[in-house]
Nanobody
Framework: QVQLVESGGVSVQSGGSMRLSCVLS?????????FAWFRQVPGREREGVAS???????RYADFGQGRFTISHDSSENTVYLQINNMKPEDTATYYC????????????????????WGQGTQVTVSS
C-alpha cells in the first residue's frame, strides 16, 4: 500500500494563494501512474479538482480551470496543487490520491478511480 501525506493547508483571505503538497512513499514504476486532488466539505460528496498522469496529461474540473494547477516532482515523489485567486467556496478538506494501473481519462476526476488516499489537509478561505 502506497502512503500519501498531504500538507500545506492553511487559512487565507479571499484572493490569496497557496500550494498543497502530497508526498508519496515509494512505488513500483509503471506506464500508468495517475495523481489527483479532491476536496470535500461536510455533508457533500467528495469532488475532483485536478488530475494528472505521470506522462504529463492533466484534467481539471470546470471550476478549477485557470486557478488550480497540478504538478508532480518525480525526484521528490511529491504532487502539488497550486491554488490562486482563492475564494471562500474553496474552503474544504483537500485530499491527494493515486492510482497505478490504467484508467480512462474521463474517470480521472472520479473518487472511485483511486485506491490510494492521503488523510487530507484543511483549507479555509475567509472573505
Amino acid at each position: 500500500q502506497v502512503q500519501l501525506v498531504e500538507s500545506g493547508g492553511v487559512s487565507v483571505q479571499s484572493g490569496g494563494s497557496m500550494r498543497l503538497s502530497c508526498v508519496l512513499s515509494s512505488y513500483a514504476s509503471t506506464d500508468f501512474v495517475y495523481f489527483a486532488w479532491f476536496r470535500q466539505v461536510p455533508g457533500r460528496e467528495r469532488e475532483g479538482v485536478a488530475s494528472m498522469r505521470s506522462s504529463g496529461y492533466t484534467r481539471y474540473a470546470d471550476f478549477g480551470q485557470g486557478r488550480f494547477t497540478i504538478s508532480h516532482d518525480s525526484s521528490e515523489n511529491t504532487v502539488y496543487l497550486q491554488i490562486n485567486n482563492m475564494k471562500p467556496e474553496d474552503t474544504a478538506t483537500y485530499y491527494c490520491a493515486a492510482r497505478f494501473s490504467y484508467a480512462q481519462s474521463n474517470s480521472l476526476l472520479s473518487p472511485s478511480t483511486y485506491e490510494n488516499w492521503g488523510q487530507g489537509t484543511q483549507v479555509t478561505v475567509s472573505s
